[in-house]
């Protein structure tokens, strides 16, 4: 069933076939809005936000002349950029600096979440396989294994700033993998870089 | 001298750069002080590759983290919708399956209907004076039975 016929039955009063437009469209939603938020604890609760959203604005749908999927999406868009402004405004009290530095990246940052980030997710698992071995490493123990610098820090003898700089330069190095013409199938840049972690 | 000039622009670019890698990885890493803050969001404002590099951190940062990879749920979104949405499309299925006259009722029928059904436990004015009369007549006939029944007895 794709999105626009699962649409259809539920408008039709088929409350069920939701479950199918939620399975087509939940990973492109979460990864939109995860890219969105600065809080990511948040994710969870805006996804599920999202798609009840969508479902009480089903009249707006327009069948037949938008696509499904396009149209939850920009639902969850607008999901999302609402609770990305709520979060920059409880920011603004208690670091006003982040709120500054995350409200100036919201035209650039919207620009990208437009252009879609799909390739880059689906890129990423060639560009980690390519990163130095104790940047693999430390990405995998910090953002798979959820182990906080400091316990890397402890477990591999090193120092909390060798773990930052070494998550630093591994995203850098991905950032510069994902590039398109990268060969990574990417959204930006120019050619792959290997130097995650060296020198760090 | 010139090749002196070229060492101390270089170790001066050099130092600027990695300043601003720490102050990129602090943002990401959420450890800079506010002073620290303060100069990224000039540095931020004044220079768009800063800008770029540090929303290249953000994303990747966002995106390598477990919410952003969790799988679907849709079973939970689904206990959170009660009911179909109030659709066009769902009102005319709901009529179409309560039709039992043999014809498609309309959203305009309906809406015709909406008051009498909710008021259903009362009878339009109409017929309540239509029984009203009989019952009033039932009543006469049984009065009148009983004067007949009583007079009778008694003569």
């Not at chain 1, 979060?87 to 530095?101: D, F, G, L, S, T």
């Not at chain 2, 499309?89 to 039992?100: E, N, Q, Y």
Request: aromatic share 4%.
């Amino acid at each position: 069933m794709t999105v626009d016929e699962a649409l259809a039955a539920v408008r039709a009063g088929d409350h069920a076939a939701f479950r199918h437009a939620i399975g087509a469209c939940e990973a492109e939603v979460r990864v939109l809005l995860a890219a969105m938020l600065p809080d990511r604890t948040r994710v969870d609760a805006c996804v599920h936000e999202a798609f009840v959203t969508a479902y009480h604005r089903l009249d707006g749908f327009r069948a037949g002349r938008e696509d499904g999927k396009a149209w939850i999406v920009s639902v969850a868009r607008a999901v999302g950029m609402a609770a990305r402004r709520a979060a920059i405004r409880v920011e603004q009290a208690k670091r006003p600096h982040r709120a500054e530095i995350e409200a100036s990246l919201d035209d650039e940052l919207m620009a990208r979440v437009d252009r879609g980030l799909g390739k880059t997710m689906a890129g990423l698992p060639t560009c980690l396989a390519q990163l130095h071995e104790a940047a693999r490493e430390v990405v995998v123990e910090h953002y798979w294994r959820g182990t906080v610098p400091a316990d890397i820090a402890q477990l591999r003898e090193r120092s909390n700033a060798w773990v930052r700089v070494t998550l630093f330069r591994a995203r850098e190095a991905l950032a510069a993998c994902l590039e398109p013409g990268a060969g990574s199938g990417g959204d930006r840049g120019s050619h792959p870089r290997k130097d995650g972690a060296h020198g760090a | 001298m010139a090749e002196i000039a070229d060492l101390i622009r270089e170790k001066t670019a050099r130092m600027e750069r990695d300043r601003r890698d720490y102050l990129l990885s602090g943002y990401v890493g959420e450890t800079l002080t506010d002073a620290e803050g303060r100069e990224l969001a000039d540095h931020i404002a004044r220079d768009a590759t800063t800008r770029a590099r540090l929303l290249d951190q953000l994303i990747l940062h966002r995106l390598l983290h477990e919410s952003a990879r969790l799988p679907a749920d849709s079973g939970r979104v689904l206990q959170a919708l009660s009911e179909p949405p109030d659709t066009a499309d769902a009102v005319m299925s709901r009529l179409r399956a309560k039709s039992a006259i043999g014809r498609e009722e309309t959203i305009t029928d309906s809406f015709h209907r909406r008051p009498a059904a909710k008021a259903s436990h009362k009878l339009p004015t109409v017929e309540r004076s239509r029984w009203a009369w009989i019952a009033w007549g039932i009543v006469a006939v049984a009065v009148i039975l009983a004067v007949v029944y009583i007079a009778r007895r008694m003569l």
